[in-house]
């Protein structure tokens, strides 16, 4: 067996878990998601859904890593029998299944942001549909996908201290300082108020009780806190006794929220000031890919150095990501087959760069794996509601009594994880799938 890694600082795993949580569904899912009718109410229903529903389980997920100190494919075993084996083929399966069209996505990032600094970028709506296309198929997509998967395999072969904190360390106070210049920034275009309360704010109060704008909300908040995959098991796997969980929990949930309302803050001005509005409802990463290049490239020259600064922050941005999706297998393969941690991330890039090969052919398939994926998440979050709520709640109890949480807290967060949590995430898991055989 080989010796378990640990963080080297606990401000360490927090950053490695915010830059799982803080990616490209931040960048695109916000705005896109909000722009679809829900405005205020989808935020107020994310916020809910986050606050109420995904804090508990999102300190599960941590307990059942810190106190298994096992891999995702382990650690429900581990925890609760033989039973519990298919939570882990899940997480295996959903994390494998992101990576595989995220790493697609990632390699668009890589081309906008070339683009941006080398060729230019589209001017109008006709060549923005063209730009689209280019980046988005023929052979430069799987140039970008191999680079993303690679540079990810990279990170994550140097380990959890000297790959995943490393990077973490130093990208995220960078990615969030950036992309707060980036929003003052907009906030100065002259379409900037007219963006906000178009979309952000703009309020309806019958979409508080639209399915599909309660199933966003409960998409986005899994999708965006990296929540039901067994990455808050794996990263939390390498933690000590000593973190207060509940706070770490807090803080990734507050931090991948500002993120996200941030890139609204940054994509609505521009798409306002520059009449791009109908884009962005139109498809979910439209705005990212289509309105917001146009939008810079109104600016000129000084647009097209903005938008290389933006494309190459979201690119860190989910780099951050991506690393904590590949853990998942790597930690298990070498958990459960006793592999190095290099066999482990060379096998797993392959397979994943397999099985992302029809979403590198097809914008129509990833955005399938998508919406499955995204299912998946939300019943995984169900299940670990379930294993921590009722199967193991002592492992719940004594995970957090040890590590000092106020008792308050533990016992707001035991008596929502067994009793909100599990049926509220079941008419969210519900919902989701409705909407997605629509
Ligand atoms: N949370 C990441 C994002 O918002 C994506 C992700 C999903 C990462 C699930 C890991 C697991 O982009």
Request: hydrophobic residues 55%; charged residues 10%.
């Amino acid at each position: 067996m080989q010796e378990r890694e640990q963080w080297r600082s606990g401000l360490g795993f927090a950053l490695a878990a915010a830059g799982s949580a803080v990616g490209l569904g931040n960048l695109w899912g916000f705005a896109y998601r909000s722009s679809q009718g829900g405005g205020l109410a989808f935020l107020i229903l994310y916020v809910l859904v986050v606050l109420v529903v995904c804090l508990p389980v999102l300190v599960a997920e941590m307990v059942l890593g810190r106190s298994t100190a096992s891999s995702p494919f382990l650690a429900p075993i581990k925890a609760a029998g033989e039973n519990w084996k298919p939570l882990g083929w899940l997480f295996a399966i959903a994390s494998c299944g992101i990576l595989s069209y995220y790493a697609v996505i990632m390699g668009w990032t890589i081309d906008t942001f070339f683009h941006s600094l080398f060729i230019g970028l589209p001017s109008d709506m006709t060549e923005a549909g063209e730009f689209f296309g280019k980046i988005s198929s023929g052979n430069s997509v799987f140039v970008g996908q191999i680079i993303s998967l690679l540079l990810t395999a990279f990170v994550v072969v140097a380990g959890v201290r000297g790959g995943i904190e490393k990077l973490t360390k130093w990208a995220m106070p960078f990615l969030f300082g950036l992309l707060l210049l980036l929003a003052i920034w907009a906030a100065t275009l002259s379409g900037a108020w007219e963006g906000y309360t178009s979309f952000l704010l703009k309020w309806d109060s019958s979409q508080l009780f639209d399915k599909n704008t309660i199933s966003n909300a409960f998409k986005q908040a899994f999708f965006s806190l990296s929540l039901g995959i067994g990455i808050m098991v794996a990263y939390s796997s390498y933690l000590n006794r000593k973190n207060h969980l509940p706070k770490e929990a807090l803080r990734v949930a507050t931090l991948d929220t500002a993120v996200g309302l941030l890139a609204g803050l940054i994509t609505f001005p521009v798409v306002m000031s520059f009449g791009l509005k109908d884009v962005i409802s139109e498809s979910t990463v439209g705005t990212l890919f289509i309105a917001l290049p146009t939008g810079f490239a109104n600016l000129g020259l000084l647009g097209r150095l903005i938008a290389a600064v933006f494309f190459g922050l979201a690119f860190i941005a989910a780099i951050t990501s991506s690393i904590s999706l590949m853990e998942v297998p790597v930690s298990s393969l070498m958990d459960r087959l006793n592999w190095s941690r290099k066999k482990a991330v060379w096998t797993s890039t392959l397979v994943i760069f397999l099985i992302g090969i029809p979403s590198a052919i097809s914008t129509d398939f990833l955005g399938k794996s998508d919406a499955i994926c995204n299912t998946l998440l939300i019943l995984g979050g169900l299940l670990i509601s379930i294993l921590l709520g009722w199967i193991v709640p002592n492992r719940y109890d004594e995970d957090l009594a040890n590590s000092n949480a106020n008792l308050r807290v533990r016992r707001y967060l035991k008596f929502m994880l067994r009793w909100v949590s599990p049926p509220v995430i079941a008419i969210g898991l519900y919902l989701t799938v409705l909407s997605t055989i629509e």
